[in-house]
Every structure is written in C-alpha cells, then in structure tokens.
C-alpha cells in the first residue's frame, strides 16, 4: 500500500455508493483519513457505514457522517466536525448527485418535471459550492498542496441525457475554473474531472433491465485511483482549472483498476 497521503484528511461527499465510494477506498489505499458521507446508514451494501468498512480494509480510516447535501445548515455540520476533528482538510472531492426518480434520460426538457433542475443542479452544484465555501478555511489550514477535485462530466461539454444535466455539468465546469483562479494565492488547485462511463450499482441495474453492454465502461475503484492519483501529482498545480479526463490521468500516471486494467477510453469515441 501507498502511504503517500498518510496523515492527511479528505472529505469525500456522496461515498456511500458509485464514484464516492471508489474515490473514497482509492484514497484509503494511499493512507488517507476519509470522510464518507451521504443519507444511507446501516449494513446494508450502499451504505456510508459500508464504505466505512471498505475503506478501513483498503488501509485509511473512514469517518462516516450523515449529510443530506440539500440542506445548507447539515453540510456546515460536516465541516464543523472536521474542524472539530483535525483542525483542516487536504483534499475535497465534490462527488454526491441526485439522479431523478425516473431519471431523465432522453425527450424533451418541457416532458419532464421542473424538480429534475433541483436534483441534478441543486444538489450537482449548489451543494458542491456550499461544500467548498465551508471546506476552504479548513483547507488554507491544511497548506499549500490542497486540492478540490469536483466529479463532472462529459455533458458539461456535449448533450447527455438532457438539458438540465447539462446545464450543471457545465456550470461545475465553470465552478471549477473560476475557484482554481481565487484559490491559487493559497497554493490550492481545483479540478474538474471527466470520467468516461461507469459502472456505478445504478448504471449496472439499469444495464441489466435494458441489456445493455458495460464491456467498455470504467470500474468506480478505477475512476477513484485516478482522482487520488492526481491528488498528488506533482505538477498538479499546472492543472488547476482545468478538466482533467480519468483516461487521460490513467495512463500518464499508470492508474489501474482493481483487474489491472488502465482506464477505458471514452473521449476519443466522441470524436
């Protein structure tokens, strides 16, 4: 194992499943003290307390904390604890997102309900703000070598699934760029990253109802050994603002996923 991060604290929103939980163990393999949150407790198998577990077993310590990332006054909790805890953060990974019940994929905007914008750019990039505003005394704390690393898309740069989607992939973007310029006095960098697709529990159920081929899609514990490994880059400052593609991060860092297996492309197949 990597102790490259060992002593340092992360915050991971979102980890009870899918990316949030791959990223959280990723950071785990390297040392890490992971703060998992999300809504789900308990044992069962999409749960923070899960991650907890995974995450203790991967070689970190994992701190589970209930957030419910649409409520400003839970968020503040969180980073309070932290506070309380360590006294800083080294790294933030804006993860969490809400997909709709049913999710909006494909029609028209005006076909599905107005809540959709709600789930998918309140809690896709108003809680990744919020979570920034309160993460960056803790992050000044921390030091220069800091980073936010926010989970986007691909559908911040072209049509995927539908319009609100879109708007919040490309105003994370934008979120991303404009926080690494404020935030660059303080040596910390901020990040957009792209994943290609991914093999999240969600994507998996929904690819067995429809039978659909997950053959070419990236395994989370993949796209999360891709944003720790970026974590501590050594040019990582050079980046800040950017948006960095996990397969692009996966073979220039030799980022594998637990098969052993660098990061499917996926941008040069939009092309």
Known sequence: MSVRLAGKVAVVTGSS???GRGTAIALAEMGA???ITGRSMGSGPLTIDTTVKMVNDAGGTGIAVQV????DAQIAALFARVKSDFGKID???NNVYKIPDPPAWGGGFWEHPVSIWDDQVGIGLRAHYVA??????????GGAGGSIMNVSSPGGSSYHFSSSYGAGKAGLDRLSADMAIELRPKGI???????????????????GKRGSDLTQAQTTLGVGRAIAALAVAPDLMDRSGT????????EQFDVRDENGN??????????
């Open 17 to 19: 499943r899918g990316i």
């Open 243 to 250: 948006i960095q593609w996990v397969e692009d991060i996966s």
């Open 132 to 141: 920034s505003w309160h993460a960056a005394p803790l992050l000044f704390e």
């Open 189 to 207: 960098a901020c990040c957009s990253i792209y994943p290609g697709s991914v093999a999240t529990e969600f994507i998996q159920e929904w690819a």
């Open 68 to 71: 419910d990332h649409g409520d």
């Open 262 to 271: 660098l990061a499917v492309r996926y941008h040069s197949r939009l092309r």
């Open 33 to 35: 003290t992971v703060y």
């Open 91 to 93: 790294i933030l990974v």
